[in-house]
């Protein structure tokens, strides 16, 4: 029972940037930055605020994408999505700003939230070609997203 108590953790759901003087020791960033306008700002108001932090980025700039028509208005219009990244762009932009990054992989969105038939005919060849070499399988086929651990 003495162990428990030393243990206790805290669950809070906030807005960060109006609570002053909270700390954490992980703050999880789960496909938020895609639809700040200054995403800048609002990640440099994040590192004061805990240890680590979890970020999830939907990886929507793809060739596929951009060869559509309406392939990146698409994501602006269907989930608010102002700013696209790459894994490089993601990954430069946390640097930048002064986070250490500290590991990263990719998240199959396209094979686990496929619910359209064409999404659903893409999903062995986003498999193979993930299988065979991941980068470049998200940067030509896209539908992936980026999880990456940082302090």
Do not use: W
Not at 112 to 125: D, M, R, Y
């Amino acid at each position: 029972m003495q162990e428990q108590d030393k243990c206790k953790s805290k669950f809070k759901l906030a807005s960060l940037s109006q609570d002053e003087g909270t700390f954490f020791e992980l703050i999880l960033v789960l496909d938020i930055v895609e639809h700040v306008e200054d995403y800048y700002g609002f990640l440099k108001g994040l590192l004061p605020k805990s240890n680590l932090k979890i970020f999830h980025f939907p990886l929507d700039l793809s060739t596929q994408a951009v060869l559509r028509r309406r392939g990146l208005l698409t994501r602006r219009d269907l989930h608010g999505h102002i700013q696209c990244v790459t894994k490089e762009t993601a990954l430069a932009t946390l640097e930048d700003v002064g986070c250490e990054v500290l590991g990263y992989f990719h998240t199959p969105r396209c094979i686990e939230l496929a619910k359209q038939t064409i999404q659903k005919i893409a999903i062995l060849p986003r498999q193979i070609c993930f299988a065979i070499y991941q980068d470049l399988a998200v940067r030509i086929l896209g539908g992936y997203s980026l999880l990456v651990l940082a302090k």
